[in-house]
Every structure is written in structure tokens, then in C-alpha cells.
């Protein structure tokens, strides 16, 4: 089974940048769908940002232009950075990786924007 591990998070202000990353403990990003989803408080979790294995991107629309996925293979990690990032984007972000009809999830990483 593979590991997801997250790092990134933190407290930053309104308009600062955070950029996440998610390491998988095998190679595995060239077969799975990696996505990022995020929980903020009370509510659910939802999809912000995905890249297929055949490397198709897709966004929320409450990051389109502000948050970019990226992938580096050699390094079986995937990122997402995060500019102008605002006080609604506060979250536990997690990683994600589908292959077929197995998923993985990383532990999460907590991203607080303050006003």
C-alpha cells in the first residue's frame, strides 16, 4: 500500500503563498490520478485540484487562477501552490492518489489564511 506524506501548511495573511507537497512512497505517479481536496471547518470535503496520469489538469472554480498542480515524477511528488490565497481557503488539505478503484489518502496538512 502505498504512503502519502503532506507538507506545506501553515498561518500566513491574506494574499501571502503557500506551496504543498505530497510524496508517494512508490512510483506511482505516472499510473494515478493525484489530486489535492480540502475540509474546512463544518464543512465537507471537496476537490481542488487534480492531474491525471496521462497529466489532464482540473480546478474548483474557487481556485482557478490562483492555485497551479504540478508534478514531478523523478521525485513521486505532486504540488500545488497557492497564491493570493484568502481567509476561505483556510483547511486541512489532503493528497490523494486513485488508481483504478484503489485510493489513497495522505494524513493532511492544516492551512490557516488570517485577515
Known amino acids: 500500500q502505498v504512503q502519502l506524506v503532506e507538507s506545506g501548511g501553515g498561518l500566513v495573511q491574506t494574499g501571502d503563498s503557500l506551496r504543498l507537497s505530497c510524496t508517494a512512497s512508490?512510483?506511482?505517479?505516472?499510473?494515478?490520478?493525484m489530486s489535492w481536496y480540502r475540509q474546512g471547518p463544518g464543512t465537507e470535503r471537496e476537490l481542488v485540484a487534480a492531474v491525471s496520469r496521462l497529466g489532464s489538469i482540473n480546478y474548483a472554480d474557487s481556485v482557478k487562477g490562483r492555485f497551479t498542480i504540478s508534478r514531478d515524477i523523478t521525485r513521486n511528488t505532486v504540488y500545488l501552490q497557492m497564491n493570493n490565497l484568502k481567509p476561505e481557503d483556510t483547511a486541512v488539505y489532503y493528497c490523494n492518489a486513485r488508481i483504478q478503484s484503489s485510493t489513497q489518502w495522505g494524513q493532511g496538512t492544516q492551512v490557516t489564511v488570517s485577515s
Open positions: 512508490r512510483p506511482i505517479l505516472g499510473a494515478a490520478t
